[in-house]
């Protein structure tokens, strides 16, 4: 391996010997100059840079090789939790609705209490009502008996103060 040389003057082009052409003269070289020789440097440095280039990727490719698929599992664990994550909410949900709707069954036994509770007042009720229907014809039909009798009663003293009364003899 070779030592690189000295920078390039200013102007000179510093780059990989592939880019530079042999028709094209380089700015600041002549054709006798004394660096003639880091061309044929640089194609020893590439090979160089080719093989540090290669001992570098095979030093951390087998590491980046297992980060990748480390990666890979990660990712896919993280599908199949986010699948799990989503069924369990689904899950939640329907839990949820399922108290809800335990909820609305307890409320509508409730009411249906309530309802049974109103129709036995209501029978009750009518129950009672019907008896003091009952018992008010009873008494009317009793009043209207007493106030016939009592008619009948007066028109009797009638009658009898009509007969007791004097009656003025006919003189003939």
């Keep these: 391996m ?26 600041g070289l002549s054709a006798t100059s004394p660096d003639e020789g880091l061309i044929e440097d640089l194609t020893v440095e590439d090979k160089a840079v080719e093989q540090l280039a290669e001992g570098l990727l ?20 993280q599908v199949v939790l986010l ?8 899950k939640f949900k329907e839990c ?13 036994k409730h009411y249906h209490a309530k309802l049974v509770n109103i129709r036995k007042e209501m029978l009750m009720l009518h129950e009672k009502t019907s008896k003091l229907k009952k018992r008010a014809l009873k008494l009317q039909q009793k009043r209207q008996k007493e106030e016939l ?5 007066r028109e009797k003293e009638f009658e009898r103060e009509k007969q007791l009364t004097a009656k003025p003899a006919k003189r003939a």
Excluded: C, W
């Excluded at 003057?9 to 042999?22: F, H, R, S, T």
């Excluded at 095979?58 to 664990?77: G, I, M, V, W």
């Excluded at 949820?96 to 509508?108: G, K, R, W, Y």
């Design 58 to 77: 095979s030093h951390y490719l087998p590491d980046l090789q297992r980060s990748k698929q480390a990666l890979q599992e990660l990712t896919q664990n």
């Design 83 to 90: 699948d799990t994550l989503e069924q369990e909410i689904s």
């Design 96 to 108: 949820h609705s399922m108290l809800d709707i335990n909820a609305l069954f307890t409320e509508a």
């Design 2 to 27: 070779s030592v690189p040389g000295p920078p390039p003057p200013d102007g000179a082009l510093a780059g990989p010997p592939d880019v530079l052409e042999a028709s094209e003269p380089t700015p």
């Design 149 to 153: 009798e009592r008619e009948q009663q």
